[in-house]
């Protein structure tokens, strides 16, 4: 089997299709995996796909110049599942004139859009705890970059790879992601499956709503505030993932991009953090231009402790046991709850605890909430 990168590493950048002439490039996902793998029949060994790939060469980075802590002070700060940071810049881009590249959920899928309209860069607020698809995405900024300024935002992996792919920077910015690691889309999909939805009817799906941890499905969190479902379980415990993403090269203090956000964990505003608290890290003139017409109010921040607070600034997530048996036991076929009582059970249990005790209805027993 001949790949574009190291077996098993592929992260689903999509560079590498996105540049292959021939459409000899296809992506396989088997969940625990991902690879990249090329029509031999097809291939012309111009090498394009290797080389625009972030895994097959060393990404320049670049050690901040700033670090803060902030949020922004308009209302989109409540549509953001931290201070805000993204979208107020986003905004301030626009409105000056650019187009911003990112993610959204459409159609049951998370794919990247490009846009200079205000109302559809708000769709692209919120994490998303799940691989996204960029597929199409490099060249619709390529051709935008001829005429007009562009700013990408993704993962790391994602932001070096536009970087790979675009040879004429000017006019391109760039903010990375804070990221733990991805699960497969198809493990999203199971999931939701087997509580009752279909991804592909949903209007609208979201993974946490600031600190409250858990799946909201058309507006309505899947189970009691406070209680953390399975699939963000697993995920906090970093259980999910694909491989590439416990030996990720940019879980490094030096960053891929202009400007970092993130999450401002063990900030000492607490009051602030109910609304949310961005992690701002700025590299270059570039992102401290953007950064400054954005309009933030910005604290200072005790970089150690930042970093304490997000191992993913000096170490990838690790691989655990708990991770082999995960998959071991999703190939073996089954269901994701009952995986992950398995692998997690106290965790799982007290989670419905929180339920039972959040439950107002005294006609439930908790041997009914433990079978939920």
């Known amino acids: 089997m001949k790949t574009v990168c190291e077996i098993n590493k592929c992260n689903g950048c999509m560079a590498c299709v996105s540049v292959c002439n021939r459409n000899c490039i296809k992506i396989t996902d088997s969940m625990e995996n991902m690879n990249c793998i090329i029509d031999e029949k097809s291939c012309v060994n111009c090498n394009n796909c290797r080389n625009v790939c972030p895994n097959n060469k060393k990404n320049k980075k670049y050690r901040p110049l700033q670090w803060k802590q902030g949020w922004t002070t308009f209302n989109t700060r409540s549509l953001s599942s931290s201070g805000g940071a993204a979208l107020a810049i986003i905004s301030s881009f626009i409105q000056n004139g650019g187009y911003v590249a990112s993610c959204l959920f459409k159609d049951g899928e998370f794919i990247f859009e490009l846009t200079n309209d205000l109302e559809m860069s708000k769709k692209f607020a919120g994490s998303k705890y799940v691989k996204s698809n960029p597929n199409g995405i490099y060249l619709k900024i390529k051709e935008r970059l001829k005429t007009d300024k562009v700013l990408f935002i993704g993962l790391p992996c994602q932001v070096a790879a536009v970087n790979n792919y675009i040879e004429d920077k000017k006019n391109l910015y760039t903010i990375d992601l804070i990221c733990h690691g991805t699960p497969s889309v198809k493990l999203l999909e199971k999931y939701i499956d087997e509580i009752g939805y279909d991804i592909n009817s949903l209007n609208d799906i979201k993974f946490r709503e600031k ?140 989670q419905k605890i929180k339920g039972f005790l959040a439950v107002s209805y005294t006609h439930l027993t908790l041997p009914t909430i433990l079978r939920v």
């Open 211 to 350: 600190n409250n941890f858990g799946l909201v499905i058309n507006g309505k969190k899947i189970l009691g505030e406070g209680v953390i479902d399975h699939y963000l379980c697993s995920f906090l415990e970093s259980i999910n993932y694909t491989d590439n993403c416990y030996y990720c090269q940019f879980a490094t203090f030096e960053r891929v991009s202009d400007i970092t956000l993130g999450d401002s964990w063990g900030t000492e505003y607490k009051e602030q953090q109910k609304k949310g608290i961005s992690l701002i890290l700025t590299q270059t003139k570039k992102g401290k231009e953007i950064q400054e017409a954005a309009g933030l109010e910005l604290k200072d921040i005790d970089i150690d402790k930042a970093i304490s607070n997000n191992h993913q600034l000096s170490r990838p997530s690790e691989l655990t046991a708990k991770r082999k048996k995960f998959f071991y036991l999703i190939n073996k076929g089954v269901d994701y709850k009952t995986t992950i009582f398995i692998v997690l059970g106290k965790m799982i249990i007290r």
